[in-house]
């Protein structure tokens, strides 16, 4: 079978390797249809490996080189003696968390915090980028006729944004920054929106995006960080001037945080959600002097699943609109990965089309 696999710092390869054997009782086999190319694939291909791991994983055994794709759907094509809620045939969005089944978080039914989780594309043998992946029965939701494989390979990145905001505590009337007009930065805008807010500003360096953003008609206002006045334009959009309610980060990038500290209201929250490659300079006084909520965020409860599927279904989360082009996987690294790491790509979400 054909594979995508990370070998190191700009090395990917499409590959021969074999094929799923024997699985285990509670896992199936799943034939991918789409799998996006999210920002941690990026971060891997550009600088990795950074996730994945270079010796065995603690809990999957897995390491270098790597089959690439944590956002996916697909087809389940064999499932084990032991899944009885799915049978071949079935469509299925693949939430990609590998946890422990019983350990103080997964208790808890937030295995994704497991000092021992993995996930699949990361940090387990298999991922979306290849013909095949092995799965275990709770990583394969099905999804119903509503909703498109498509849409199903881009429920991973909405969770995130939906999870984002929830913790965020965004309401009715709130009004709202997004540091970073990136795939997960507009839908935690699009998530904000949904949960009421008012006004949704994003952030966003890249001109192209920007513009890629607005022909979107999602009812985002675009500001350029660039700009001197920007903390001046946010607070002028909030009443007496106070600063937003909520402000998310959603680049990993340091000058961003220190923007969304600054134009949040006293009293008002900062969620970090994009992930920072290294350290960021940071001023807690000022957090004090707000007395505002700092929430740090990653992935979902892996329980979210259903909740997405409902919501897509429902076609008042659109995430398929950012789906700027479907490539095939022999052009993965050349008309995916590449021009997703251009600084001027007016391209949002990118999908392997397998």
């Not at 002028?236 to 937003?244: K, P, R």
């Not at 789906?323 to 979400?349: E, H, R």
Request: hydrophobic share 45%; glycine share 10%; with cysteine.
């Amino acid at each position: 079978m054909r594979a995508l696999r990370f070998h190191g710092r700009q090395d990917l390869r499409v590959e021969q390797v074999a094929a799923p054997a024997a699985i285990g009782p509670a896992q199936l086999v799943v034939k991918p249809s789409f799998c996006g190319i999210c920002g941690t694939d990026l971060h891997e291909y550009a600088a990795g490996p950074l996730i994945v791991p270079t010796a065995p994983h603690v809990f999957t055994g897995a390491e270098l080189p790597q089959i690439l794709g944590h956002e996916f759907a697909g087809e389940v094509i064999e499932v084990g003696a032991a899944v009885t809620h799915l049978r071949p045939g079935d469509r299925v969005s693949i939430q990609p968390q590998v946890f422990p089944a019983d350990d103080y978080y997964a208790r808890r039914g937030l295995g994704h915090l497991s000092d021992r989780n993995a996930t699949i594309g990361l940090s387990w043998a298999w991922g979306g980028m290849g013909d095949y992946a092995v799965v275990n029965d709770y990583n394969a939701i099905k999804l119903p006729d509503t909703v498109d494989d498509a849409q199903g390979a881009m429920i991973e990145p909405a969770a995130v944004a939906i999870y984002a905001v929830e913790r965020g505590r965004v309401g009715p009337g709130a009004i709202v920054l997004v540091a970073g007009g990136g795939p997960i930065g507009v839908l935690t805008a699009m998530a904000a929106r949904l949960a009421g807010a008012a006004e949704v500003m994003v952030s966003e360096p890249n001109a192209a995006r920007r513009a890629a953003i607005e022909r979107l008609d999602l009812g985002l206002r675009c500001l350029d960080p660039a700009d001197d006045e920007l903390l001046s334009q946010v607070r002028c959009l909030t009443e007496d001037g106070v600063g937003v309610d909520v402000a998310f980060e959603c680049v990993g990038v340091e000058r961003a945080l220190d923007t969304c500290v600054k134009a949040v209201r006293r009293r008002g929250t900062v969620v970090q959600v994009g992930l920072h490659l290294g350290t960021a300079r940071v001023e807690p006084t000022m957090w004090a002097l707000k007395d505002m909520t700092i929430e740090g965020v990653v992935c979902y409860p892996v329980t979210i699943w259903p909740r997405m599927i409902a919501l897509i279904a429902s076609r008042r989360f659109p995430v398929e609109r950012l789906v700027t082009k479907q490539v095939p996987l022999a052009q993965a690294v050349a008309d995916g990965f590449a021009p997703l790491l251009d600084p001027k790509t007016p391209a949002l979400k990118i999908l392997v089309a397998m």
